[in-house]
T-cell receptor, first 108, second 115 residues
Framework: QKEVEQNSGPLSVPEGAIASLNCTYSDRVSQSFFWYRQYSGKSPELIMSIYSNGDKEDGRFTAQLNKASQYVSLLIRDSQPSDSATYLCAVSARQLTFGSGTQLTVLP | GAGVSQSPSNKVTEKGKDVELRCDPISGHTALYWYRQSLGQGLEFLIYFQGNSAPDKSGLPSDRFSAERTGGSVSTLTIQRTQQEDSAVYLC?????????????FGEGSWLTVV
């Protein structure tokens, strides 16, 4: 089992819809959880961090964490074509471990 | 500099040659990571340096890969006897301390092509 797993996608949603990205992790001692966005040919950039169970909202982005289920998700409301990118889930335990990413395409 | 600096930005090398990739982290950052990203894939952890502690080398794929960090600052990733499967982007990142995933900064990467 991979340490961090994401739904592999690719995921396509129409403009204005909600995009839902999911991630599970295996290391129960994980304390910090992150979502990074990576445009093609660019380095990852942090968009959300979450540390405690529940929801965390930042603009159109909502991160959800459930430590009991070892599950973290990212919702993007009112998706825009500029949101088209690969989204990487990252979990901090012994070191910062990334999932393989989910490619999102928002169709105009 | 203001950000994480990596060099070279692009490297084409012949199979069997050795390559060195350099990372200059943000000044004062004690944590330094190397990741590898193959085309269309996620980030594969390679090695992690934290201050003066022994590095976490658990992600290095083979003994052809090694890394060092001199003086707690600049790091060099060395790949010996390169193979075509080593072709990837090698990303370096730094952060102020170990658990600062929210303040981890990536360099622009070194794109390695082995022909």
């Amino acid at each position: 089992q991979k340490e961090v797993e994401q739904n592999s996608g690719p995921l396509s949603v129409p403009e204005g819809a909600i995009a839902s990205l999911n991630c599970t992790y295996s290391d129960r001692v994980s304390q910090s959880f992150f979502w990074y966005r990576q445009y093609s040919g660019k380095s990852p950039e942090l968009i959300m961090s979450i540390y405690s169970n529940g929801d965390k909202e930042d603009g159109r982005f909502t991160a959800q964490l459930n430590k009991a289920s070892q599950y973290v998700s990212l919702l993007i409301r009112d998706s825009q074509p500029s949101d088209s990118a690969t989204y990487l889930c990252a979990v901090s335990a012994r070191q910062l471990t990334f999932g393989s990413g989910t490619q999102l395409t928002v169709l105009p | 500099g203001a950000g994480v600096s990596q060099s070279p930005s692009n490297k084409v090398t012949e199979k069997g040659k050795d390559v060195e990739l350099r990372c200059d982290p943000i000044s004062g950052h004690t944590a330094l990571y190397w990741y590898r990203q193959s085309l269309g894939q996620g980030l594969e952890f390679l090695i992690y340096f934290q201050g003066n502690s022994a590095p976490d080398k658990s992600g290095l794929p083979s003994d052809r890969f090694s890394a060092e960090r001199t003086g707690g600052s600049v790091s060099t990733l060395t790949i010996q006897r390169t193979q075509q499967e080593d072709s990837a982007v090698y990303l370096c990142a730094s952060s102020p301390d170990r658990y600062s995933g929210n303040t981890i900064y990536f360099g622009e990467g070194s794109w390695l092509t082995v022909v």
